[in-house]
Nanobody, 124 residues
């Protein structure tokens, strides 16, 4: 079992940046594939980015590729999401998720562990 706590959300103007953090506790952090998802009001939860257990490979949704960067520090039990060039359409609650499976999946139901979410609001 792993517990996840996100932080770093807030209100930012379009074109600005934010860095989200997700700290994990419980079983060995490096045993988990980590991912970020987001959910806007009235929309389904969608994949933003994912990172393998070692951090050697990363994957992104097309909508954020080139603007967002996911990284992890296994010594600090933390995964990050650096978000640059933010747009109003990036406004959502952002969640980190963990899975002990081998691959990074893009569907929420592949991840049994979730944080509580952090709100990101981008004003135009």
């Amino acid at each position: 079992q792993v517990q996840l706590v996100e932080s770093g959300g807030g209100l930012v103007q379009a074109g600005g940046s934010l860095r989200l953090s997700c700290v994990a506790s419980g079983r060995t952090f490096s045993s988990y594939v980590m991912a970020w998802f987001r959910q806007a009001p009235g929309k389904e939860r969608e994949f933003v980015g994912g990172i393998t257990k070692s951090g050697g490979s990363t994957y992104y949704a097309d909508s954020v590729k080139g603007r967002f960067t996911i990284s992890r520090d296994n010594a600090k039990n933390t995964v990050y999401l650096q978000m640059n060039s933010l747009k109003p359409e990036d406004t959502a609650v952002y969640y980190c998720a963990a899975s002990s499976r081998l691959l990074v999946y893009r569907t929420p139901n592949e991840y049994p562990y979730w944080g509580q979410g952090t709100q990101v609001t981008v004003s135009s």
